[in-house]
């Protein structure tokens, strides 16, 4: 069993940063295929990035150069850096661990940029 907990979103003006993380409890932490998604209501939530057990990335289009996603298996926490903010990135930000059949979700983020 593993417990997600975001923390880390926010108000920020566009071209701004934030920084996430994902907090995760129990065993094993390191074993996972971890991922970041987001969700703005009345859509569907959608895929960020994700990163591998072994530690390569990969990201949608709309994030390439700008977010970037790394994890720390000591602190058991994923990060997600994100850089030159846009109104559209604005949504609530759930991190996403996964091995094999079993899927874990945190609570998620707020996430919001505005002038």
């Known amino acids: 069993q593993v417990q997600l907990v975001e923390s880390g979103g926010g108000l920020v003006q566009p071209g701004g940063s934030l920084i996430l993380s994902c907090a995760a409890s129990?065993?094993?932490?390191?074993?996972?295929?971890l991922g970041w998604y987001r969700q703005v209501p009345g859509k569907e939530r959608e895929l960020v990035g994700t990163?591998?057990?072994?530690?390569?990335?990969k990201y949608v289009t709309s994030v390439k150069g700008r977010f970037t996603i790394s994890r720390d298996n000591a602190k058991n926490t994923m990060y997600l850096q994100m850089n030159s903010l846009k109104p559209e990135d604005t949504a609530v930000y759930y991190c996403?661990?996964?091995?094999?059949?079993?899927?874990?979700w945190g609570q998620g983020t707020q996430v919001t940029v505005s002038s």
């Open positions: 996403n661990a996964q091995f094999r059949a079993l899927v874990y």
């Open positions: 129990g065993t094993s932490f390191s074993i996972y295929a």
């Open positions: 990163i591998t057990s072994g530690g390569s990335t």
